[in-house]
């Protein structure tokens, strides 16, 4: 009894100084627009992975990639960001093209894993002539917010295709939902790149009146130009069941992969909180995968080899591999025995 009353004593005196008990360290992980996937993924992992580490994580929206890797790099409590492909290899271009500002923010990143594909969107009005993707050259386009993923791939995609950048007077970078009101409404764009993982939100929520105003553009991957952007980036589907109201039938589309980043930390007390986060994101990968994002699906735990110049975080590294390989073991099926085994003994 005495135990029990200095057990409770000390708890109160914990809560009378503010001293939180089985407190949660608090990260924060940067995403996208409000309206994308990256947030979705932010939020999945902050509900069914971070609780599980002690951590009480934080999916906070932004620019895009870009902006994603300058928080991640410089701005306190952010732990983790999502960071498409072709953003992360384009600052490892520009440090070995010796930009010293690019090499400071990117050299000390780390992959975490890669995630999925995201889908690349080229929507026009309803009755634009244009059909496919290879069509847009000399087109007014908004590519995205700066410091966004989307303003990358969408000139990096349209460099690659037509070996020039976008006109300075054709590139706008409003932000997807206004691009979309100025397409439609005094058509001072012809075309809006959006990128993002399906089912995204910012189309899946659209009416079907929406049919009648924009149409996405097909990727015809056996002209030149088409072939061009596949050195970098990849051929994807965008289905019509992702989009019941806006499409008929399945698009063909190209897409970017995206990646789950950290910072490479050495201190003890967040290495350990960063390992956990890890077990935990292996041991609930399949809540994940049946509760979260359809994207999720995408997803395994395979750690492919990365490009020259990306490095895995080792910590969690070594711990998704662990997790995985032990996951593995313990799935192997038994095999079943036979009625002489059992009449034997060898088999209960």
């Known amino acids: 009894m005495a135990w029990r009353l200095i057990g409770a004593s000390l708890v109160a005196a914990a809560s009378m100084f503010g001293v939180a008990v089985n407190a949660q360290v608090p990260y924060t992980i940067v995403t996208a627009s ?50 498409q492909s072709d953003v992360y290899q384009a600052f490892l271009d520009l440090d070995k093209g010796g930009n010293a500002e690019a090499g400071a923010l990117i050299r000390p990143l780390r992959v975490i894993m890669p995630l999925y594909n995201e889908e690349i969107y080229f929507i026009v009005r309803a009755n634009s002539d244009l059909q496919f993707v290879h069509e847009i050259k000399g087109a007014k386009i908004n590519v995205g917010p700066l410091l966004s993923g989307t303003a990358m791939s969408a000139t990096t995609l349209y460099r690659q295709m037509f070996d020039a950048p976008i006109a300075e007077n054709n590139a706008s970078f409003l932000s997807n939902e206004e691009a979309l009101i100025k397409l439609t409404g005094d058509k001072g764009i012809d075309v809006v790149v959006v990128v993002a993982g399906q089912p995204a939100k ?65 201190l003890g007390t967040t290495v350990s909180h960063l390992r956990k986060v890890a077990r935990s994101l292996c041991q609930n990968f399949s809540t994940l995968q049946a509760s979260g994002h359809p994207k999720w699906r995408e997803v395994d735990l395979t750690l492919p080899p990365l490009g020259r110049g990306w490095r895995y975080y080792p910590p969690m590294e070594s711990e998704i591999r662990r997790c995985s390989a032990e996951q593995q073991r313990v799935a192997v099926p038994v095999k079943a025995c036979t009625q002489e085994e059992r009449i034997l003994g060898f088999c209960k």
């Open 34 to 83: 409000e309206r994308g996937t990256y947030i979705q993924i932010g939020r999945d992992i902050g509900k069914f992975v971070a609780p599980a580490a002690g951590v009480e994580l934080t999916a906070v929206p932004s620019a895009g990639s870009a902006e994603n890797v300058r928080r991640l790099r410089y701005e306190p409590g952010v732990k983790f960001a999502l960071v």
């Open 202 to 266: 910012l189309l899946a929520d659209m009416k079907p009146e929406a049919r009648a105003l924009i149409k996405l553009l097909k990727f015809d991957a056996s002209k030149p130009e088409s072939q061009a952007a596949l050195k970098t980036y990849f051929p994807a589907v965008v289905r019509a069941t992702s989009y019941p109201n806006l499409l008929a039938e399945d698009v063909p589309g190209i897409a970017v992969k995206a990646f789950l980043v950290t910072y490479d930390y050495a």
